[in-house]
């Protein structure tokens, strides 16, 4: 069985950072396209990022490219979300995803598992 635990969310004020983290339990991680979404309230989950497995290729939605990064260490089961230069508008609830192969996408429909997601607030 699969189970995503995300960490890392909080209070930032605005042009701060935070790292997120997704452990992931089970042994075929490093064959999993993993991939990052966000949720306000009263909005759709949206992309945010994805990477391939292998520290293969990486995808970004407009909003966050050059800001965020996603990177994954397979021997720690890990993904992370590397945020810089956060603003107001990415308040939300983080959710980490994954799904078996190397095609990632942007749509939540692709992926299989999900984490319980971590709550990013950020202060003007």
């Known amino acids: 069985q699969v189970q995503l635990v995300e960490s890392g969310g909080g209070l930032v004020q605005a042009g701060g950072s935070l790292r997120l983290s997704c452990a992931v339990t089970g042994r075929t991680f490093s064959r999993y396209t993993m991939g990052w979404f966000h949720q306000a309230p009263g909005k759709e989950r949206e992309f945010v990022a994805a990477?391939?497995?292998?520290?293969?290729?990486?995808s970004y939605s407009g909003s966050v490219k050059g800001r965020f990064t996603i990177a994954r260490d397979d021997a720690k089961n890990t993904v992370y979300l590397q945020m810089n230069s956060l603003k107001p508008e990415d308040t939300a609830v983080y959710y980490c995803a994954g799904t078996p192969g190397s095609v990632y996408s942007d749509s939540t429909r692709f992926y299989d598992y999900w984490g319980q997601g971590t709550q990013v607030t950020v202060s003007s």
């Open positions: 990477m391939r497995p292998s520290g293969g290729s990486t």
